[in-house]
């Protein structure tokens, strides 16, 4: 059995994450990230948003469980993400990135400080603090892989840390194949032998016994 995903492993996520990040060149930050709609500012933007949610939906001292925290979501243009928080472009990427960083943080000190037994909203299920780690970990990497094909850059997480959120997200997924290529197949961004790339897909976050 596979070692739950962890605030160590949201905290390694997102270190990689921003050590590829300073490596982006200034000027590509306006252009499309990987098959996405949204560029590469707006994807780390929302990425950012993803783990600052997963924080705040466990700090009320009873966290509602049919619907988020209800903070106001904003989309900048009509087909950009929908976010609450916004990194100053005046700023730059190094502001940006320092934001990434900060609510990475806050999932980080939440999933670490909140008892196991509590549970809080999500879409993709009721969730725990480990289920929201593992879907801030899921976030970081494949919206990561969508930067990274924007950029041109490097970018293969350790197969460990994908195992794991494999298994608490994607227990169906398919075995035998490289754990960073089917979590990618399981988010609709590849292919696997035999098994065309999905049009849709949904991880569950639900509790495991």
Same mark, same amino acid.
């Given at each position: 059995?596979?070692?739950?995903?962890?605030?160590?492993?949201?905290?390694?996520?997102?270190?990689?994450?921003?050590? /590829?990040?300073?490596?982006?060149?200034?000027?590509?930050?306006?252009?499309?990230?990987?098959?996405?709609?949204?560029? @590469?500012?707006?994807?780390?933007?929302?990425?950012?948003?993803?783990?600052?949610?997963?924080?705040?939906?466990?700090?009320?001292?009873?966290?509602?469980l049919d619907t988020h925290v209800p903070f106001a979501l904003r989309r900048k243009r009509p087909d950009g993400p929908m976010v609450?928080?916004?990194?100053?472009?005046?700023?730059?990427?190094?502001?940006?990135?320092?934001?990434?960083?900060? @609510?990475?943080?806050?999932?980080?000190?939440?999933?670490?400080?909140?008892?196991?037994?509590?549970?809080?909203?999500?879409?993709?299920?009721?969730?725990?603090?480990?289920?929201?780690?593992?879907?801030?970990?899921?976030?970081?990497?494949?919206?990561?892989?969508?930067?990274?094909?924007?950029?041109?850059?490097?970018?293969?997480?350790?197969?460990?840390? @994908?195992?794991?959120?494999?298994?608490?997200?994607?227990?169906?997924?398919?075995?035998?194949?490289?754990?960073?290529?089917?979590?990618?197949?399981? /988010?609709?961004?590849?292919?696997?032998?035999?098994?065309?790339?999905?049009? /849709?897909?949904?991880?569950?976050?639900?509790?495991?016994?």
């Open positions: 059995m596979l070692s739950p995903v962890t605030a160590d492993d949201v905290d390694l996520a997102v270190r990689l994450a921003v050590g /590829t990040l300073r490596d982006a060149p200034a000027q590509g930050w306006g252009g499309k990230a990987g098959s996405l709609e949204w560029d @590469c500012w707006e994807t780390v933007e929302h990425l950012a948003n993803d783990l600052f949610y997963y924080a705040v939906q466990l700090g009320p001292q009873s966290p509602p609450f928080a916004y990194a100053d472009r005046d700023a730059g990427p190094a502001g940006l990135l320092q934001v990434l960083e900060a @609510c990475g943080a806050l999932l980080v000190a939440m999933v670490r400080t909140t008892p196991p037994q509590v549970r809080a909203h999500h879409a993709a299920g009721v969730s725990d603090p480990g289920g929201f780690a593992a879907l801030g970990v899921q976030e970081t990497l494949v919206h990561m892989h969508d930067v990274a094909e924007g950029f041109g850059l490097a970018w293969a997480p350790p197969s460990a840390l @994908c195992s794991r959120v494999l298994a608490r997200l994607f227990p169906e997924a398919p075995g035998g194949a490289d754990p960073w290529l089917t979590l990618l197949w399981s /988010t609709g961004r590849a292919e696997l032998p035999g098994r065309p790339r999905l049009t /849709t897909w949904r991880s569950d976050s639900t509790p495991r016994s």
